[in-house]
């Protein structure tokens, strides 16, 4: 057996622990850009923090998911601040691109010469510029991963940008932030830290570290998403969905993905569409296909085994089995109003590209089982 495990430099975790980033920005530089997701309002506390701490700041908002044009804005703006720390305060997007901006900062300016897929994909080689990640929705757990997702219109895909440089420095997570969350935004978020908890689970490359995380974290989304999406001021439940996210993040950067990542690439390159409702779309049906792939090609797996004690985990069961699992998320899609692939202007004649894509994107090396074209197919049909 052989692994890597990294993280954040540092993680802190608790009701009130964003009180604890002035002082630590502080410590690494005095001008700070501030990213933001697209209304900048919402970062008043932490802002008027910063400047009580006598850090000056620049800020960025970024409007929905960030693109190749947005980052190398950001990374002016950086500049034109002569910003000398990062803080990034959102969802998934507004840390990605802080990551990002982060990262190009102290490398060079330009996303296309390091992305993957569309760009030259050159290593990233200096470390990034101190960056601050603090999350405000419970699901990417990208306080956590070395990666950023950016959108390319003009390709029509997402890619990354990837290295162990971009790993934040610190991961402030509070579930305070956390309260004000609407209800379908906690779903789809909540869903997207489930996936990623099964995915990292079964991946190809879990090792006995991911494996604890996902032990750790199956039972709060079990207990606790449903509580935190009918009652968004529920302090316990909104505590679990937080940590389930951090634990979904430290696990996917350290195994791998599958199917729904592999599907959500794309689909989020050619469609606006959050990528947490994407997920969402095609959790059960991407495991309800992986299961019987399984079932009939390998029998014996230790990936069956594994969606087993991922039944008994998540449905409090302990004679459940793997196909129990695909009713039980089912239900959860729907008591949580997931809506079908087909909301965001998805039909048929998008299968073949979508597949096409799917097969060939990074996350789907992760899968438990080499799913066949077929297969694929049936996975992107279900989901409409
Ligand atoms: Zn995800």
Not at 10 to 26: D, L, N, P, Q
Not at 44 to 69: D, K, M
């Amino acid at each position: 057996m052989t692994f890597e495990f990294a993280t954040a430099s540092r993680i802190v975790f608790g009701a009130g622990s964003v009180r604890e980033v002035a002082s630590a920005a502080r410590q690494w530089g005095s001008r700070a850009l501030v990213v933001t997701g697209g209304n900048p309002n919402r970062a008043g506390g932490l802002i008027r923090q910063l400047e009580l701490a006598g850090l000056s700041l620049a800020a960025f908002p970024v409007r929905g998911e960030p693109t190749v044009a947005a980052i190398r804005e950001g990374v002016r703006a950086a500049r034109e601040g002569r910003c000398d720390v990062v803080i990034a305060i959102g969802g998934g997007s507004a840390i990605d691109a802080g990551k990002a901006i982060a990262a190009l900062m102290t490398n060079g300016p330009e996303p296309l010469d390091y992305l993957e897929i569309i760009g030259r994909g050159q290593p990233i080689a200096n470390p990034s510029a101190p960056f601050i990640a603090i999350p405000t929705t419970a699901g990417t757990g990208s306080e956590v991963t070395r990666n950023a997702v950016l959108a390319s219109p003009e390709h029509g895909v997402k890619a990354s940008l990837r290295s162990p440089h971009m790993l934040p420095r610190l991961a402030v997570v509070d579930p305070e932030l956390t309260f004000n969350l609407p209800a379908a935004l906690t779903a789809s978020t909540g869903l997207d830290a489930l996936t990623q908890l099964l995915e990292a689970w079964v991946s190809v490359r879990a090792n006995p570290i991911t494996d604890g995380f996902c032990r750790e974290g199956l039972p709060l989304v079990a207990r606790s998403l449903r509580r935190a999406f009918h009652n968004g001021g529920d302090i316990e439940a909104r505590s679990d969905m937080s940590l389930a996210a951090l634990l979904s993040g430290l696990a996917l950067a350290n195994a791998a993905l599958g199917a729904v990542h592999g599907f959500a690439a794309p689909v989020g390159g050619m469609f606006d569409a959050p990528h947490g409702a994407v997920c969402a779309a095609l959790l059960p049906h991407a495991t309800a296909v992986n299961i019987a792939a399984l079932n009939s090609r390998e029998p014996e797996s230790e990936n069956l085994r594994r969606y087993a004690e991922a039944a008994r985990i998540l449905i409090g069961n302990a004679c459940a089995s793997a196909d129990d699992l695909i009713p039980w998320l089912t239900d959860l899609c729907r008591d949580l109003e997931i809506p079908s692939l087909r909301a965001y202007g998805i039909g048929e004649k998008h299968e073949a590209s979508l597949v096409e894509k799917a097969a060939r994107s990074n996350s789907m090396k992760g899968n438990p089982i080499a799913l066949t074209a077929a297969e694929l197919h049936e996975i992107i049909a279900r989901a409409l």
